[in-house]
């Protein structure tokens, strides 16, 4: 009898043993460990920045907040391939133009962007450390190891907080359409209204309990409590994933695991999505399709429009992938729809960005998005196409659903499994149900 059990069995045990085997060879070549936690929450400046984040007097016209793009129930996302500015209207799947100028690219998602091993922010990474000390920005007062704007560059306690300052500044985004303000002028007002308007009392006193040695608040505080907020708000650090490399080895079902041995092996996705976040961040030319109106010209250079530098055409960073399950359209220009759409691109890059099929016309918005396709932009995007990116990786069938599994469940906090069957994204037919 025993003979028998272990005869059906013998060999399935020893297929999933021999699967963590293989995963535990690239887990330690690649030095991959779960990520880390936040240090502890300081509850006055949490509380403060969680005010902040849903507050609409941020806004030059008091019409938009940080969490109306940024929404909860977007997971951190709005859900649109592009967002939208202030005007419009709405949260996630509600979110509508309105009034609101169409941003060029598509609003990423804020998980675990306070844990260490974050370099750099947007889509670009036009926030990041200066190399000779200080922060890199565009707002070059902020900038290097002796920055003009001494006490504000000195207040900012993380790259995070730094990130934060320029949303409020940025004329489609929060400020109004057609402000004429330096970002100065647009940070003064802000802490004008803030502290002296209509909640100036209950500001001050949330301002004063954050921070108790200061007298004079500048916009670096506010940005520092928003930091906070986000740090502690938007946190995906216990995937399935990262429980698995903790060493419970059944938290993974096979498929996952077979998908992780893709993602770390024959996929490539490594080659830039390496490291604990799985991102290097960099910045790649992975061949995506470009829609909307871009930056200029109708088009997006990507790291290029920070540096100047032809060899970054088209260059994007590198995205961190916990929780990417929940964050769906996918890419700078919110192109791809669903993981089964990323994974095809990756299967092969140039059939897809070359027979990239779009609908102009969604809902949400009040002008068609247009997918560029002009000959010279697309030659220039295929030519510069990253030289790791594999060009066919020939992906069969059941390996594509290995990988989607493993990005969309293993990758997912413990805490939002659920989400994922309540938000549609998964379901039995795809049979990739953890193991919890
Ligand atoms: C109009 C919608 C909108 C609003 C309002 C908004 N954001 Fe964003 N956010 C975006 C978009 C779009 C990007 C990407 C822009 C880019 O890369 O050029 C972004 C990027 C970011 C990033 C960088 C994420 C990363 O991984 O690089 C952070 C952090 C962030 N926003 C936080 C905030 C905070 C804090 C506020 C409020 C002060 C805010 N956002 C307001 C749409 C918005
Ligand atoms: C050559 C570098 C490179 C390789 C190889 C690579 N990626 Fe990426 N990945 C990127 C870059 C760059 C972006 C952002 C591109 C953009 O938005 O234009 C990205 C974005 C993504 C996104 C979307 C993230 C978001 O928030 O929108 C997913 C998912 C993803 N990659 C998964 C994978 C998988 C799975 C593989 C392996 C099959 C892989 N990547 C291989 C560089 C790479």
């Known amino acids: 009898m025993v003979f028998i059990i272990t005869l059906i069995f013998g060999p399935l045990l020893s297929f999933s043993q021999s699967l963590d085997q293989n995963l535990s060879f690239y887990i330690q070549q690649m030095n991959l460990r779960p990520l880390s936690s936040p240090p502890p929450k300081r509850e006055a400046l949490y509380q403060l920045g969680l005010r902040l984040f849903y507050d609409r007097q941020l806004s030059g ?158 916009i670096a505080h506010a940005a520092n409590a928003i930091a906070e907020l986000e740090r502690h708000h938007f946190l995906g650090n216990n995937t399935l994933w990262d429980i698995y490399l903790q060493g419970k080895k059944t938290i993974l079902s096979d498929r996952m695991k077979r998908g992780a041995v893709i993602f770390l092996s024959k996929g490539s996705c490594t080659n830039c999505h390496s490291g604990d976040h799985f991102s290097s961040f960099g910045f790649q030319n992975i061949g995506i399709p470009q829609i909307g109106p871009g930056l200029k010209n109708q088009d997006d250079l990507g790291r290029m429009e920070v540096t100047q530098a032809e060899t970054h055409k088209y260059r994007f960073r590198v995205s961190p992938l916990r929780n990417i399950g929940l964050t769906a359209p996918y890419m700078h220009s919110g192109v791809f729809k669903n993981m089964w759409e990323v994974i095809d691109h990756y299967n092969h890059p140039m059939r897809s960005l070359h027979h990239f099929k779009w609908d102009e016309n969604h809902v949400s918005y009040n002008e068609p998005l247009i997918l560029d396709q002009r000959p010279e932009t697309m030659s220039e995007r295929t030519k510069n196409l990253a030289s790791n990116l594999p060009r066919n990786l020939n992906l069969q069938v059941e390996e594509k659903i290995d990988l989607y599994c493993f990005l969309m469940v293993a990758l997912t906090d413990l805490r939002n499994q659920k989400d994922l069957f309540t938000k549609g994204v998964l379901d039995e037919i795809t049979d990739c149900s953890p193991r919890i």
């Open 61 to 218: 016209n008091e019409n938009i907040s940080c969490h109306s793009c940024h929404s909860l129930t977007g997971f951190s996302g709005d859900t649109l391939p592009l967002a939208v500015g202030e005007g419009a209207e709405g949260l996630a799947s509600l979110r509508t133009q309105s009034a609101g100028m169409l941003i060029p690219r598509h609003t990423p998602p804020l998980y675990n962007l306070g844990l260490e091993g974050i370099k750099n922010f947007f889509w670009d990474g036009r926030v990041s450390f200066h190399l000779q000390g200080g922060w890199q920005t565009p707002e070059d007062g902020l900038n290097g190891p002796n920055p003009e704007l001494k006490s504000m560059a000195q207040t900012l306690d993380s790259l995070l907080a730094a990130q934060a300052l320029f949303p409020m500044a940025s004329p489609e985004e929060m400020l109004g359409k057609g402000s004429k303000l330096t970002r100065l002028e647009a940070w003064e007002n802000i802490m004008t209204r803030l502290l002296n308007g209509r909640l100036g009392a209950s500001y001050r006193r949330f301002f004063k309990e954050a921070f108790p040695n200061t007298e004079n608040f500048n």
